[in-house]
């Protein structure tokens, strides 16, 4: 859902909306396993632009869950 990355790009921290998946905790552990091949491909695709390939940092992001809870609390 979104990225931040530091100042000087080494390190990017990467919010994701996990979907259509009973255990998100298990997709996110198997995204941080292949961060370094995610990384890679992340290196091959901007290669030219950018000097460091940042590091990359997988969170799940949870706003999307807390405001369908929120909207299912006013609704009843």
């Not at 000087?8 to 198997?30: G, H, M, P, Q, Y």
């Not at 030219?48 to 929120?70: A, G, H, K, M, W």
């Amino acid at each position: 859902t979104s990225v931040r990355i530091t100042s000087d790009l080494s390190l990017a921290r990467v919010n994701l909306s996990i979907f259509a998946t009973k255990d998100k905790e298990e997709a996110l552990v198997n995204i941080k396993k292949k961060s370094a091949e995610i990384r890679l491909l992340l290196g091959k695709r901007v290669r030219n632009q950018l000097r460091i390939v940042p590091s990359l940092t997988f969170y799940l992001d949870n706003s999307l869950d807390q405001i369908e809870r929120i909207e299912d609390l006013l609704k009843s």
